[in-house]
Nanobody
Framework: QVHLVESGGGLVQAGGSLRLSCAAS???????????MGWFRQAPGKEREFVAT????????YYADSVKGRFTASRDNPKNRMYLQMNSLKPEDTAVYYC?????????????????WGQGTQVTVSS
């Protein structure tokens, strides 16, 4: 079983920045190179939507158009952590943000593909 724990959410004014962190652990994570990681978000009354995905073994990543140029996903392999740096935040970025993991070598933006999820962290951007 893989365990994911997000942190770093909070309240920020529009134009501000936050950095989310995702700590991963569990006996199944002995070989991180087999996994991809994703960031998703869900606003009240809306479906969960893709934000970013990144590979553990190389710099491959891609982003939703709505966050491209403002958000950056990164990873710290020795620490088993993934990060989402969010800059130039907008009120429409307000949502619960989740990290997710999938044992795969191909990046995917579909939340249905991911096997493991964190509990989420709230991000609120005030106007």
């Amino acid at each position: 079983q893989v365990h994911l724990v997000e942190s770093g959410g909070g309240l920020v004014q529009a134009g501000g920045s936050l950095r989310l962190s995702c700590a991963a652990s569990g006996p199944s994570f002995s070989s991180w190179s087999s996994y991809i990681m994703g960031w998703f978000r869900q606003a009240p009354g809306k479906e969960r939507e893709f934000v970013a995905t990144i590979s553990w073994i190389n710099d491959n990543s891609y982003y939703a158009d709505s966050v491209k140029g403002r958000f950056t996903a990164s990873r710290d392999n020795p620490k088993n952590r993934m990060y989402l740096q969010m800059n130039s935040l907008k009120p429409e970025d307000t949502a619960v943000y989740y990290c997710a993991a999938l044992r795969s070598l191909e990046l995917t933006a579909s939340p249905q593909d991911y096997d493991y999820w964190g509990q989420g962290t709230q991000v609120t951007v005030s106007s």
